[in-house]
């Protein structure tokens, strides 16, 4: 069983920032890739940030310069700081995990449950 437990979403004035946490936990021998999604009302799931275990961050061309993503390895937990947040940055934020099961060679996908950002104008 393995958990993604999101926190830190909520409501901010455009300018304002937020910051992410995500907190994987479970039967987890390691985790590749972690990172954020975002999906507003009538739109697609996109991806704002990924980042690798032990590479570079990659970054949606809507928040580079005002998102940094960043993860601690040793307790599995991926952060998104959100800086200089839009209005159009308003959407349900769900992280991700690509993960070893411990006795697996295979990889999973896993997705939190989601946590709301509202940026008012």
């Known amino acids: 069983q393995v958990q993604l437990v999101e926190s830190g979403g909520g409501l901010v004035q455009a300018g304002g920032s937020l910051r992410l946490s995500c907190a994987a936990s479970?039967?987890?021998?390691?985790?590749?890739?972690m990172g954020w999604y975002r999906q507003a009302p009538g739109k697609q799931r996109e991806l704002v940030a990924t980042?690798?275990?032990?590479?570079?961050?990659n970054y949606a061309d809507s928040v580079k310069g005002r998102f940094t993503i960043s993860r601690d390895n040793a307790k599995n937990t991926v952060y998104l700081q959100m800086n200089s947040l839009k209005p159009e940055d308003t959407a349900v934020y769900y992280c991700h995990a690509e993960y070893l099961p411990h006795h697996s060679y295979t990889f999973y996908d896993y997705w939190g449950q989601g946590t709301q950002v509202t940026v008012s104008s």
């Open positions: 980042i690798i275990s032990g590479g570079d961050p």
């Open positions: 479970g039967s987890i021998f390691s985790i590749n890739t």
